[in-house]
């Protein structure tokens, strides 16, 4: 039987654990061309055969609401960072593709935001940064 309260301390500090290195990272953003939301969605999209993903793909990976998705994607469309259209398998859905300026963008941004997390986490050797992998995927429900 687990613990109770292990289990909350334990969960407090992934929490906390989170939120500053969310906090410390969140600078490497500014001055950039993308914001941090515009980023997560091209990581998304970019990451997708033929860098183009559903739109409930998108949003299923994103900390933000389905409406706030939306106009963010919007305003990515306008701004040339992607083009979305009709999803041909779901009449209700749709498919979004970073463009190539969209995806110049992120690979530029995602070069130094990629050495910054390692920075962050170089706090950990290799064996415990695949601990924690593990276990945050197993949190997750994912294998």
């Known amino acids: 039987m687990t613990d109770r309260r292990l289990a909350v301390q334990a969960w407090e500090n992934l929490f906390r654990a989170q939120h500053e290195v969310f906090e410390d990272i969140r600078s490497d953003f500014d001055g950039t061309e993308l914001t941090q939301a515009e980023y997560d969605v ?24 389905q409406p706030s998705v939306s106009r963010l994607v919007e305003r990515m469309v ?31 941004l995602a070069a130094a935001h990629g050495r910054s997390i390692a920075q962050r986490m170089a706090r950990l ?13 197993k949190l997750r429900g994912r294998p």
């Open 42 to 65: 091209l990581l998304t999209v970019t990451r997708a055969p033929g860098m183009t993903a559903r739109l409930r793909d998108v949003t299923g990976n994103m900390l933000i609401s």
């Open 78 to 108: 306008t701004r040339g960072l992607l083009t979305k259209c009709a999803d041909p398998e779901d009449g209700r859905g749709s498919l979004v593709t970073a463009t190539e300026d969209g995806a110049v963008v992120f690979r530029r």
């Open 125 to 137: 050797d290799n064996d415990e940064l695949a601990q924690l992998q593990a276990l945050t995927a």
